[in-house]
């Protein structure tokens, strides 16, 4: 749970954002009460990971490609390691769950979190950033092969974050054997959403998808205006194949709670107002210990600053539902 001094008084003012930059979502075919949440599941990138005690450094809260496997007993005793994310301090999942270090067990909202840095949808489709990189399709086979029966998930009382395609956008920016990028999203897609499919399987009733922000706005790319107009281009797409993919699993699967956030149409709305919500510099980055002002902390990741409205974001959507 956010700890914020008005509480009310931010769900307000995300909420009315919210709207005006569009943000919706398929209505759930059973009711979503965020109050009720206790465990929060999450895969993606580096954008979601935190590191944990059993992790790989700086990359994963448990294990890595080279070695997915676990027991039940360290899996349970492995900690999350506070201030250790992409940005300089805590990520957005640590901010929407308060669970910020120690035992996930512990917190009250309890982040079980299986994205890896790095990641892409899946090794088959993209080479893997390095040999120990965790895909997508693979976080969640390693959920259902060695976590699904050793950590609570109550269908009431369980959500699953779901934030990948960053490095998929990105990393296909170049790729000369891609000479359609409608067909080969679609290929990503369906090997992203069979991995839904499976956490589905395995007891994940409950999903919220993110779309990917508008990385041509980072320092990566702000300065290469044709480089950001064709990222931004892919990333376009890529939003709109995986808006296709979450109302076709809706459809397909109607006891099940889908829930989305429009995160490219939220991050263009603090870009675009930065002295609104604290930033003063949105189009460089400083890697330090306290980047006050800045909207990145590197070339392409945002401060934790980023991250805490973020999550004020998402939770006044959800509180919302």
């Known amino acids: 749970m956010l700890r914020f001094q008005s509480r009310t008084m931010v769900h307000l003012f995300w909420l009315n954002l919210l709207i005006l930059v569009g943000v919706t979502q398929p209505k759930p ?32 809260f448990i294990r890595d490609a080279l070695n ?3 027991t039940p007993q360290e ?64 976080q969640v086979d390693q959920w259902a092969r060695f976590a699904s029966k050793v950590i609570p998930h109550p269908e009431e009382e369980t959500m699953t974050a779901w934030w990948i395609g960053i490095n998929d956008t990105g990393d296909s920016m170049n790729n000369a054997s891609i000479t359609d990028f409608g067909a080969f999203w679609e290929k990503e897609m369906s090997s992203y959403f069979e991995a839904v499919q499976l956490a ?21 790319w702000n300065r290469n205006a044709q480089g950001a107009a064709t990222i931004r281009s892919h990333i376009a797409l890529f939003n709109q194949v995986l808006a296709n993919h979450t109302e076709r699993f809706a459809s397909q699967n109607p006891d099940a709670i889908v829930l989305t956030f429009d995160s490219n149409a939220w991050f263009n709305m603090v870009l675009d107002h930065p002295k609104e919500f604290g930033f003063t ?41």
């Open 29 to 60: 075919s059973r009711s979503f009460d965020w109050e009720s949440i206790k465990y929060v599941y999450a895969f993606g990138d580096s954008y979601s990971f935190v590191q944990g005690t059993l992790g790989h450094a700086n990359n994963s």
């Open 68 to 70: 997915p496997s676990f």
């Open 75 to 138: 899996l349970l005793s492995d900690r999350i390691i506070a201030r250790n994310t992409s940005s300089e301090g805590s990520n957005w999942l640590q901010f929407l769950t308060g669970c910020f270090e120690g035992l996930p067990s512990q917190c009250d909202k309890q982040l079980w979190d299986f994205a890896f840095a790095g990641a892409d949808i899946s090794a088959t489709i993209l080479p893997r950033h390095h040999d120990f990189t965790l895909q997508l399709v693979e």
């Open 200 to 220: 589905y399987a395995t007891g994940l009733k409950t999903h919220l998808f993110i779309n990917v922000p508008p990385e041509d706005r980072s320092p990566i």
């Open 281 to 321: 510099n949105i189009t460089g980055f400083c890697t330090c210990a306290d980047p006050v002002g800045f909207f990145w902390y590197n070339s392409g990741h945002p401060t934790q600053a980023v991250h805490r409205l973020l999550a004020e974001a998402i939770e006044a959507q959800l509180v919302d539902e």
